[in-house]
């Protein structure tokens, strides 16, 4: 289960791992879902299990952009609905954000588990079921989203995405918020602001700093919002990765 010691060397890793296959034993999470987690794995190994002073800079800006938002969504799919559910929930309470099931391989059982799973996690509304829209650019159940979700939607989050869809709501328009482990894959590249850091550590840090800025005026959290530099957070992660000295 979940009893790794908090002093492991591994204990991230070991978490997620130990989730994932919880998640798929449950139908929440994609059999696609535990080779995505081997690759976050890797990539987590290489920056020692750390959040980097870059990816809290981008959690940061990820929150204002949030509490900006004239309708900020949460897209949920199979490995973040298996990894941090209680965390995802009170993401969207804090900034008072949508939460909608968004699946790259969509099926009806998944959809209604991981909804069912939110709810008892304490989600009181879950979107995602309605599929009464569509994003332009990609085939049908990748396409698939809610008209008054994803698709109404100023500011999107979208953990561990595909690149494809990732790049398909930018194109739209949306800010886009993606939380990603590998600086090189197409999603980070796409997003206005990429979190570098595992799902894990990123979703509960972006909370963190929403409820700090709660108070803060509009131009507090734009002045917050201007400052990032996605490509400066993307090339400190690449750099601390090929440096190994974090590992
Ligand atoms: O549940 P579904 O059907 O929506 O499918 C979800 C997956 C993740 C299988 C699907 O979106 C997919 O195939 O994604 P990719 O293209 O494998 O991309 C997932 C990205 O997430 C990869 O770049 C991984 O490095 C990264 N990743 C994996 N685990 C974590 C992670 N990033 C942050 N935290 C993690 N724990």
Same mark, same amino acid.
């Given at each position: $289960?979940? @009893?790794?010691?908090?002093? &492991?060397?591994? &204990? *991230?890793?070991?978490? =997620?791992?130990?989730?994932?296959?919880? %998640?798929?034993?449950? %139908?929440i999470t994609s059999k696609q879902g535990l080779i995505a987690e081997g690759r976050g794995e890797a990539f987590d190994y290489l920056l020692g299990e750390r959040t980097l002073p870059s990816a809290d800079d981008a959690a940061r800006a990820?929150?204002?952009?949030?509490?900006?938002?004239?309708?900020p969504v949460i897209s949920v799919n199979g490995n973040a609905a298996a990894l941090v559910p209680d965390e995802l929930v009170a993401l969207a309470d804090a900034v008072g954000a949508d939460l909608e099931?968004?699946?790259?391989?969509? =099926?009806?059982?998944?959809?209604?588990? !991981?909804?069912? &799973?939110l709810r008892e996690h304490g989600a009181s509304e879950v979107k995602g079921l309605?599929? @009464?829209?569509?994003?332009? $650019?990609?085939? &049908?159940?990748?396409? =698939?989203?809610?008209? *008054? $979700?994803?698709?109404?939607? *100023?500011?999107?989050?979208?953990?561990?995405?595909? $690149? @494809?869809?990732?790049?398909?709501?930018?194109?739209?328009?949306?800010?886009?918020?993606?939380?990603?482990?590998?600086p090189l894959s197409r999603s980070a590249q796409v997003a206005d602001v990429p979190i570098v850091d595992n799902i894990l550590r990123a979703i509960p840090n972006v909370t963190d700093h929403a409820r700090e800025l709660a108070d803060a005026d509009r131009e507090t959290l734009e002045? !917050?919002?201007?400052?990032?530099?996605?490509?400066?957070?993307?090339? @400190?992660a690449e750099r601390a990765i090929r440096s190994g000295e974090l590992a």
């Open positions: $289960g979940d @009893d790794v010691p908090a002093d &492991h060397p591994r &204990h *991230d890793s070991l978490v =997620t791992r130990h989730r994932i296959e919880a %998640g798929v034993d449950a %139908g990820a929150a204002a952009h949030l509490l900006l938002a004239r309708h099931v968004n699946l790259f391989n969509r =099926t009806d059982e998944r959809m209604q588990a !991981i909804a069912d &799973h309605a599929a @009464d829209a569509r994003i332009p $650019g990609l085939s &049908h159940d990748r396409a =698939t989203v809610d008209a *008054d $979700g994803i698709a109404d939607a *100023d500011v999107v989050l979208v953990p561990l995405e595909d $690149g @494809d869809r990732a790049a398909a709501l930018a194109d739209m328009g949306k800010v886009e918020l993606v939380v990603d482990l590998n002045r !917050i919002v201007a400052d990032f530099d996605a490509e400066a957070a993307l090339a @400190d």
